[in-house]
């Protein structure tokens, strides 16, 4: 098993900064692909950032593509979720799975509880 923290979430005004973190024990972290998801109210989750085990390979939503950036640790066993230029359509509760590199919700195993982020215009 994987046991996964989100931490970083708050408020901020659009335009600003915040810088997710997603720690994991349990498993060897390591071997596999990490992603964020998020969801907002009354809404589906849906796909954000993933990253590859080795960190050389990163995918992106086009929503946020050039303002957010996926990176890990794995030293440390944490993966990070930097995210730039925030607008208020990135309010949601910010997921961490681990499983294999995909948009797709269904192949990640292991969930974190989620951290809130609330941009305010």
């Known amino acids: 098993q994987v046991h996964l923290v989100e931490s970083g979430g708050g408020v901020v005004q659009a335009g600003g900064s915040l810088r997710l973190s997603c720690a994991a024990s349990?498993?060897?972290?390591?071997?596999?692909?990490v992603g964020w998801f998020r969801q907002a109210p009354g809404k589906e989750r849906t796909f954000v950032a993933t990253?590859?085990?080795?960190?050389?390979?990163?995918y992106y939503a086009d929503s946020v593509k050039g303002r957010f950036t996926i990176s890990r640790d794995n030293a440390k066993n944490t993966v990070y979720l930097q995210m730039n230029s925030l607008k208020p359509e990135d309010t949601a509760i910010y997921y961490c799975?681990?499983?294999?590199?995909?948009?797709?919700?269904?192949?990640?195993?292991?969930w974190g509880q989620g951290t809130q982020v609330t941009i305010s215009s």
């Open positions: 799975a681990t499983g294999r590199p995909s948009v797709t919700p269904a192949l990640y195993d292991y």
């Open positions: 349990g498993r060897t972290y390591s071997s596999y692909a």
């Open positions: 990253i590859t085990w080795s960190g050389d390979t990163t």
